[in-house]
C-alpha cells in the first residue's frame, strides 16, 4: 500500500472514530456485501439491455436464477419469511427446496 492510501485510511478511521485496524476490519467484513451488491446492479443492467428475443429464448434464465441466488445470498432468514408471508397474502406459492427434486421437470 502507498504512503497516500495508508493515510486516507488513517484520516478515513478518524473521521469515524475508530482505529486503523477497526477501521480495515469493517471494509474487509463489508467488502463481500459490496461485490454482491455490486453483482446484483450488473445484472440489472443486462436486465435492462435485454431484447425481446432474448426473452424468448430463454437467454435470461441463467441470468435470472443468479440474481436470485445473490438476492437468497442476502437475505436473513427474516426477511426471507417476511417475503414468503406477502407473496402467500398474494395468493402464491412460496418455492421451498422440496418443491424441485433432481429429474424432476423443472417449472
Do not use: C, F
Amino acid at each position: 500500500m502507498s504512503h497516500d492510501e495508508h493515510q486516507s485510511y488513517i484520516k478515513a478511521a478518524a473521521d469515524l472514530g475508530l482505529s486503523l485496524s477497526e477501521y480495515l476490519r469493517l471494509r474487509l467484513v463489508n467488502a463481500g456485501e459490496d461485490l454482491v451488491a455490486d453483482q446484483i446492479a450488473q445484472l440489472r443492467l443486462a436486465l435492462v439491455d435485454t431484447s425481446d428475443d432474448d426473452v424468448a429464448r430463454g437467454a435470461l434464465r441463467p441470468l435470472v436464477l443468479e440474481l436470485l441466488l445473490l438476492l437468497r445470498h442476502l437475505m436473513k432468514p427474516g426477511e426471507l419469511r417476511a417475503v414468503h408471508a406477502e407473496l402467500q397474502r398474494l395468493g402464491i406459492t412460496p418455492w421451498t427446496p422440496t418443491q424441485h427434486k433432481p429429474g424432476s421437470p423443472e417449472p
